[in-house]
């Protein structure tokens, strides 16, 4: 079955550059979700969009952006990169489950981004 | 969301069912719990969910008690590749409703 692809699965960049994620989620599925999980930590929501709508919003700083196209893929653009940010990203996405309810995300296999 | 609380770690033998329990005490009617896990530094990989009835998949069961203020994960026949960390998550089901990882339990099953 088709998975959450996520693009590229490595980067290495410089403080103070800038670096742009790339998500696609399942097809069909009009949801998607990032999360960041810094080292040794648990993962945590950054931002959500439905049906190419922001629908959520975390402890994303103003220094990332994101949006979700017409095709449902979605990008996180970060710039003024960090040390901090140095992390695995995690893009999920999901599609109601009519029968019983209740949303199950797909998780890709994440970016890791390495800042120095 | 509902905070949960969970065991930090776990061991459980190969072969053997697993029990990870969860506290969700605060938790509304209309929220959902909901399990998944991660494989080290792979992406979390959703398990089971439910509102109030017991769940079962191909995956594991899921009881959930009676006042829903707690539940229990089953994986009925551990194997070396369920060595994970497992979370349990309350969330509200609404349009794009994030998940909020906890510290989760760390099982660890040995032969």
């Known amino acids: 079955a088709a998975g959450v692809i996520q693009s590229p699965r490595h980067l290495i960049k410089e403080k103070r550059e800038t670096a742009t994620l790339k998500c696609y989620p399942i097809p069909r599925h009009d949801t998607v979700y990032w999360y960041q999980q810094g080292p040794g930590q648990d993962p945590q929501f950054l931002i959500s969009?439905?049906?190419?709508?922001?629908?959520d919003k975390g402890s994303i700083p103003d220094r990332f952006s994101a949006q979700q196209f017409s095709d449902y893929h979605s990008e996180l653009n970060m710039s003024s990169l960090e040390l901090g940010d140095s992390a695995l990203y995690f893009c999920a996405s999901s599609i109601i489950t009519e029968l019983r309810g209740g949303y199950e995300q797909y998780f890709g296999p994440g970016t890791r981004l390495t800042v120095t | 969301d509902a905070k949960t609380t969970q065991p930090t770690s776990m061991d459980c033998a190969e072969g053997r069912a697993a029990n990870l329990p969860c506290n969700h005490s605060t938790i509304s009617g209309n929220e959902y719990v909901y399990w998944y896990r991660q494989i080290h530094s792979q992406g979390p990989q959703y398990i089971i969910h439910g509102l109030k009835n017991n769940e079962t998949n191909e995956m594991a069961s899921l009881i959930i008690t009676e006042d829903r203020k707690s539940s229990t994960l089953i994986l009925p026949h551990a194997t070396l590749r369920d060595t994970a960390v497992y979370y349990c998550?309350?969330?509200?089901?609404?349009?794009?409703?994030?998940?909020?990882f906890g510290t989760g339990t760390r099982l660890q099953v040995t032969l």
């Open positions: 998550i309350v969330s509200v089901t609404g349009t794009a409703s994030k998940l909020t």
């Open positions: 969009f439905y049906e190419k709508m922001q629908s």
